[in-house]
């Protein structure tokens, strides 16, 4: 299985700032790499796909970068609805297999 | 506009089983792959099993090969997950979502609220 090893696990930041997240994984995924954000209590939702491509409505601050087995997630301008768990996940193989999340608190 | 509505969740005791039900509705079912994606408490998410658009090919991670089965109904717009031989490290909210991408490279564009399911005694 790929395994995929998200950081930090959790990142304190101040409205304005801008963030970054990380995902590595055990082996290339040739940009099959998708970010997802979970607000509480509620069920997760697509930001990224293709490690840059931003998913329809998701806001412009948001975006991705990486290739082989490296890839980002950067949010410039933290708003406070952006405080969320933030996933990463491989779509290049089964099974699918996702990170263990970052979680976003304000500061 | 796109709702996946899931239903079928509970508490059951270790060994039973257990259907869980996905109303799809606000897109054409039957031309997309669909997915169910768990999440224990306070845990991260964890890829259960997929169904492609006819039904014809399904997947499964390993640790629910031979006890979970997926379905779907195309006429119904509906998918199933029948849950069998249930185990406490099962008890997750379980996500229906819709796949893009397609096979092999999914990604999830759309989730359900989810639905609960605690197995205990």
């Known amino acids: 299985d790929i395994q995929m090893t998200q950081s930090p696990a959790s990142l304190s930041a101040s409205l304005g700032e801008t963030v970054t997240i990380e995902c590595l994984a055990s082996?290339?995924?040739?940009?099959?790499l998708a970010w997802y954000q979970q607000k509480p209590g509620k069920s997760p939702q697509l930001l990224i796909y293709?490690?840059?491509s931003l998913n329809d409505g998701v806001p412009s601050r948001f975006s991705g970068s990486g290739s082989g087995t490296q890839y980002s997630l950067k949010i410039n301008s933290l708003q406070s609805e952006d405080v969320s768990i933030y996933f990463c996940?491989?779509?290049?193989?089964?099974?699918?297999?996702f990170g263990g999340g970052t979680k976003l608190e304000l500061k | 506009e796109v709702q996946l509505v899931e239903s079928g969740g509970g508490l059951v005791q270790p060994g039973r089983s257990l259907k869980l039900s996905c109303a799809a509705s606000?897109?054409?079912?039957?031309?997309?792959?669909m997915a169910w994606v768990r999440q224990a408490p306070t845990k991260g998410l964890e890829w259960v099993a997929s169904?492609?658009?006819?039904?014809?090919?399904?997947y499964y991670r390993d640790s629910v090969k031979g006890r979970f089965t997926i379905s779907r109904d195309n006429a119904k717009s509906t998918l199933y997950l029948q849950m069998d031989s249930l185990r406490s490290e099962d008890t997750a909210t379980y996500y229906c979502?819709?796949?893009?991408?397609?096979?092999?490279?999914?990604?999830?564009?759309?989730w359900g609220p989810g639905t609960m399911v605690t197995v205990s005694s």
């Open positions: 979502a819709r796949s893009g991408g397609g096979y092999p490279c999914w990604y999830f564009d759309f």
């Open positions: 606000g897109f054409t079912f039957s031309n997309y792959d």
């Open positions: 169904i492609s658009t006819g039904g014809g090919n399904t």
């Open positions: 082996e290339d995924i040739y940009s099959n």
């Open positions: 293709y490690a840059n």
């Open positions: 996940q491989q779509n290049y193989d089964s099974p699918w297999t």
